[in-house]
């Protein structure tokens, strides 16, 4: 119990840290002017562009690879911008870790590609020689400031002002999140239309290889030897250690065993929780004294801890 609390402390502290981050930052916009990016300048940019901007909170479609180190899953979103006959420096802003896939008409040119997150960020679809900045609180950082927003607030006219401190000319259109994919930038895309995409950034730059996503990933960890398929005796541990506060009462007394949609695991070793652990995919996971805690965020799954019997839920475990 005393582990699950501390568990519990820990990450409570954690969110409030996040919150008074967030609050200080949104206090600061909307008492000041929006601040502005040194030093990031983009270079070669043509004599007239548009600047189209995009911002979401998460991607759609849920991705088995990794941008950082956050509990977060990656997702992708495509995007198809628009603009034939014109220049478009394209800004792409979430506050997930998003692998965003890019691609344009035709007639459409991509001057420039921003990118701003709060977690790691990463484009596919674009050539080499065009230009890209990502900037995010937690991965990588082309510019000093870190910026994000996908709705009307403060943050969006500060994301502005930035992009123009980068190319001398704020956002001249914002899209927001639509249930769609791909999402158009720019001009409505005619039905049947053909659009441009190119790989030289694809996969090798864009990610890290990561485990695969839910069922797979625990399928992956058990051949690997991380985990095991837990065995009678593994339960059986854990539910006598957490039935002993009870057997003073009666002493036929005992907890129910673990269980999950996924099944039960123990763990073995060092290694990570695959991503998408949640609803019918989350699993539990029995650890033995001696053994960590694997990283990363289990989901909606239960941690069973042999050595005091104890349980925790999920994001109250304090895993990172």
């Not at 003073?248 to 929780?273: D, H, I, M, W």
């Amino acid at each position: 119990m005393q582990r699950c609390v501390r568990r519990l402390t820990l990450a409570r502290v954690e969110d409030l840290k996040a919150y008074a981050s967030a609050s200080a930052m949104a206090s600061a916009t909307e008492s000041a002017a929006p601040s502005v990016t040194n030093g990031c300048r983009m270079a070669a940019l043509p004599a007239k562009f548009t600047v189209q901007a995009l911002g979401v909170y998460k991607g759609h479609a849920i991705t088995d690879v990794k941008l950082d180190d956050s509990w977060h899953e990656v997702r992708t979103l495509d995007v198809v911008a628009n603009k034939p006959g014109e220049d478009v420096v394209l800004v792409l802003m979430a506050y997930d870790p998003v692998l965003w896939k890019v691609a344009h008409t035709p007639r459409t040119r991509i001057a420039a590609v921003i990118v701003g997150g709060y977690h790691g960020q990463q484009v596919e679809g674009i050539a080499k020689a065009v230009p890209l900045s990502i900037s995010t609180h937690t991965g990588r950082k082309d510019c000093s400031e870190a910026f994000q927003a996908n709705k009307a607030s403060p943050e969006l006219l500060r994301a502005s002002e930035i992009v123009r401190a980068m190319t001398g000319r704020g956002i001249d259109h914002f899209t927001g999140d639509e249930p769609r994919d791909p999402i158009v930038v720019g001009d409505p895309l005619p039905d049947g239309a053909d659009v441009v995409r190119s790989d030289e950034r694809d996969r090798s730059v864009a990610a890290l290889p990561r485990l695969p996503a839910g069922r797979e990933g625990l399928a992956e960890l058990v051949a690997q030897g991380a985990l095991r398929r837990a065995t009678d005796a593994d339960i059986a541990a854990w539910v006598a250690k957490a039935s002993e506060k009870y057997k003073s009462l009666n002493k036929n007394l005992e907890v129910r065993p673990p269980s999950a949609p996924n099944g039960v695991y123990t763990v073995l070793r060092t290694t990570s929780f695959p991503s998408g652990l949640f609803g019918g995919n989350m699993a539990a996971f029995l650890i033995p004294v001696g053994v960590p805690v694997p990283s990363g965020n289990p989901g909606h799954s239960v941690l069973y801890f042999i050595e005091d019997g104890s349980s925790c839920l999920g994001p109250m475990c304090g895993v990172r």
